[in-house]
């Protein structure tokens, strides 16, 4: 059978016409189809969402572009985002941790700054713990990885090498990594 979705562009466009509205989006998210979850999270009120919500909210996460909507519309506008993202690159649950992945690599590009302890914890994590067991774990991982080349180019040696490692043990995925890290460095 066929699938029409709405394009995110044209959910954006829909969502615009309302003021933020957290009952709305709770009774969005009732009918858990894909444009009604996207929207949802368009009209959360981003100064009401507290991390308690953030926690239910990840928890429901289901696929990987549910995981980029959220953290684009919603999570990467909260105070508490950096917070939360390092917490849920160490879930057990794929969607979990996909959603703290990607607010990283979008914190990162908002120049967000992370405690070098706060870094050196993520890096050890990806090093030593992380399991990449599917496509998207590994774009992920490396879109976190070159963003913080990007954002620091003297740890740019230690991904490179970080990298090698990651593609070593994770050879199934060695392509994506050696593509979306190492040729873009």
Known sequence: ???????AVKLREIAENYYPDNELAARLREDDVRE???IAEMLEDRNSLDIYKAEVLVNKIKNNELAEQICMNLFVHVDFADEICVKWIKSDMKYVKITGLILLSRLLQR???FSDKIINDIFEY????????????AKA??????QLVFNDNEKRDFIISLTKKLMN????????????ILNLI
């Open 36 to 38: 009604n979850l996207i």
């Open 169 to 180: 043990k994770h050879n199934k995925y060695e392509g994506i990594l050696r593509e979306d």
């Open 111 to 113: 120049k967000v700054k």
């Open 141 to 146: 991982v490396a879109r976190v990885l070159r």
């Open 126 to 137: 990806i090093e030593n713990k992380i399991k990449i067991n599917d496509l998207f774990s």
């Open 1 to 7: 059978s066929e699938i029409h979705a709405v394009s």
